[in-house]
């Protein structure tokens, strides 16, 4: 397993974790089990070394593709945000976590499933090194039979700014990669006949989660 930046950020950041947030109810409808607001939360790969990309069906392809898993309900966020946590809930979230694996997700026994909760607890402290309220997404992927992670941050706008309001207080959630496929090529088309003008509709609020983020992501891959 490779995970950049692991142990140094670590030892900075480790009064801070990821904590699950909901900005809309777009996780309830996408992932078969949603994750509450506010619950401490690690990426949840672990849960997938053994998955087949090809047998998943659309709701277990999104929740491989960006869900972060909540350690309270062991539901999935879209969105994680920078928190501060006391070294006691630390403590407290390994063993439970450890046990979830063992009982839930079939973790051969205790000690080992001990160690996979603090590492994976330990690596979700090592994204936290940004000011608490900073909110990641996160983009899953299958390359050459392993898993890799790719983080991005969102920023808050200036509040000043119009439409700076809760469901659109953050900029763009994940990375547009471009490919090296053609693009199509559209057919020209018969001139229409002018249509009469319509009264234009009202917009509708939502959140826009495929524009980009800033800089360069960290990224983990999981072998």
Request: some cysteine; proline content about 7%.
């Amino acid at each position: 397993m490779v995970r950049p930046r692991y142990r140094a950020a670590a030892i900075v950041t480790m009064a801070k974790l990821l904590r699950t947030l909901r900005l809309d109810l777009s996780d309830t409808f996408v992932f078969d089990r949603a994750a509450a607001p506010g619950e401490w939360a690690v990426t949840g790969s672990i849960l997938f070394r053994d998955a087949d990309p090809a047998a998943m069906g659309p709701k277990d392809r999104a929740a491989f593709r960006a869900g972060f898993l909540g350690l309270a309900s062991f539901g999935l966020s879209t969105l994680v945000e920078v928190a501060e946590i006391e070294p006691g809930q630390r403590s407290a979230l390994i063993e439970t976590f450890a046990h979830a694996l063992v009982e839930r997700f079939g973790a051969p026994n205790f000690n080992e499933a001990s160690q996979a909760a603090r590492d994976e607890i330990d690596f979700a402290a090592s994204l936290c090194d940004h000011d608490p309220g900073t909110v990641i997404a996160m983009q899953r992927t299958f390359d050459d039979s392993e898993i890799r992670e790719r983080f991005r941050t969102l920023h808050r706008r200036d509040p000043s700014l119009a439409g700076a309001d809760r469901l659109h207080a953050f900029a763009r959630a994940f990375e547009v990669v471009e490919t090296e496929e053609p693009r199509e090529t559209e057919e020209p088309q018969e001139p229409q006949e002018p249509q009469e003008p319509q009264e234009p509709q009202e917009p509708q609020e939502r959140v826009d989660m495929l524009e980009l983020m800033e800089s360069k992501p960290t990224e983990r891959t999981d072998g």
